[in-house]
């Protein structure tokens, strides 16, 4: 691994060299643009691929350089070889694109450092519950935490009487009576028959036995009527 590193380093180092001095860098100057390149490419690698706590948008923006920082090295180099072999002519726009690289380099270093900064937000720890030992406020009203006690169920509303006058009552309770006597041998008709008969209440029943019982004993006023 560390032969095959060096000499990587070396032949991208020795291409991009030949592309800056192509392009016009002077001789002094011309090492800088392997050095700037492949030194951005690592540390974009480095912050992509580090286990620290950075932000995802931090390693997005890393891996998004480092990958365009490796394309940029393998391109460089690429043109250079090509333009020694003759396939390959310096115009303005690659002397334009290789004077812009230490521009923009400087420009994607300092914006991935202000990235590298921001590591990732914890959040918020939540409010402590109450303590119930605590003093309450003597101003404020207590609030009772206990929970009611469960609501019986209302029985479901039955159906509403009717109510039916004195009049219509009595004149039912002599039908009843009546077929009452037809089936038990002349006997008038007991309380809870007579209730079980008009559905009504046992007191208001025994009424109305009471005023059969009156009315049976009272006179028919045509049998006392004589005539002249």
Not at 68 to 75: C, D, K, V, W
Not at 105 to 121: D, E, K, M, P, S
Not at 165 to 188: C, F, I, K, M, N
Request: aromatic share 4%.
């Amino acid at each position: 691994m560390a032969v095959a590193a060096t000499s990587a380093t070396i032949a991208s180092f020795s291409g991009l060299r030949g592309l800056a001095a192509l392009a016009g860098w002077p001789d002094r100057l011309a090492w800088l643009l392997p050095i700037t390149l492949d030194a951005y490419a690592m540390t974009s690698a480095r912050v992509w691929l580090a286990d620290l706590p950075f932000t995802d948008r931090a390693r997005r923006f890393a891996r998004a350089n480092a990958l365009g920082a490796i394309t940029a090295s393998i391109t460089g180099n690429a043109a250079y070889h090509c333009t020694e072999a003759g396939l390959l002519h310096i115009t303005w726009p690659v002397v334009v694109i290789v004077g812009a690289i230490p521009a923009t380099i400087l420009g994607l270093t300092a914006h991935l450092h202000a990235l590298q900064g921001t590591t990732t937000r914890t959040p918020p720890v939540p409010d402590a519950p109450p303590n119930p030992q605590a003093r309450p406020n003597p101003y404020l009203p207590e609030i009772s935490t206990a929970r009611p006690p469960p609501s019986r169920p209302r029985p479901a509303p039955g159906r509403p009487r009717k109510h039916r006058p004195d009049a219509e009552l009595l004149a039912a309770a002599r039908v009843a009576d009546t077929r009452y006597r037809a089936t038990h041998d002349g006997r008038p008709i007991t309380r809870d028959a007579l209730r079980a008969a008009l559905s009504i209440s046992g007191t208001r029943a025994t009424e109305l036995r009471r005023k059969l019982t009156a009315t049976a004993h009272l006179p028919d006023r045509k049998e006392n009527h004589t005539h002249p």
